[in-house]
């Protein structure tokens, strides 16, 4: 079973950037397509950003299109999402995940995700 966990979020301002980071503990990390969610309080978990087994593929939410960048280093099992000029409705608990399914398909759904990371706050004050 993959572990995931994230780091890098934190409280910015408007217009600032991050970069988060999640880690894998496996090497089967490189066989699975990984994406970003968010979830912000009293709403349901959203789409962010994925990308595919290889990282030949990347898909955004129009909200976060040519704001954010999705990433992949297989070599070292870890996925990047570098964000760029925050906004206030950016702020979200952020949450990596790795869906296992054998296919090219890349999903935007939760729930056909396998694994999950505990999340890491990004909070952007206006």
């Known amino acids: 079973q993959v572990q995931l966990v994230e780091s890098g979020g934190g409280l910015v301002q408007a217009g600032d950037s991050l970069r988060l980071s999640c880690a894998a503990s496996?090497?089967?990390?490189?066989?699975?397509?990984v994406g970003w969610f968010r979830q912000a309080p009293g709403k349901d978990r959203e789409f962010v950003a994925a990308?595919?087994?290889?990282?030949?593929?990347?898909y955004y939410a129009d909200s976060v299109k040519g704001r954010f960048t999705i990433s992949r280093d297989n070599a070292k099992n870890t996925l990047y999402l570098q964000m760029n000029s925050l906004k206030p409705e950016d702020t979200a608990v952020y949450y990596c995940?790795?869906?296992?399914?054998?296919?090219?398909?890349?999903?935007?759904?939760?729930?056909?995700?396998?694994?999950w990371g505990q999340g890491t706050q990004v909070t952007v004050s206006s």
């Open positions: 496996e090497r089967a990390f490189s066989s699975y397509s």
């Open positions: 995940a790795a869906d296992r399914t054998d296919s090219w398909m890349v999903s935007k759904v939760p729930g056909d995700y396998d694994y």
């Open positions: 990308i595919s087994r290889r990282g030949g593929r990347t």
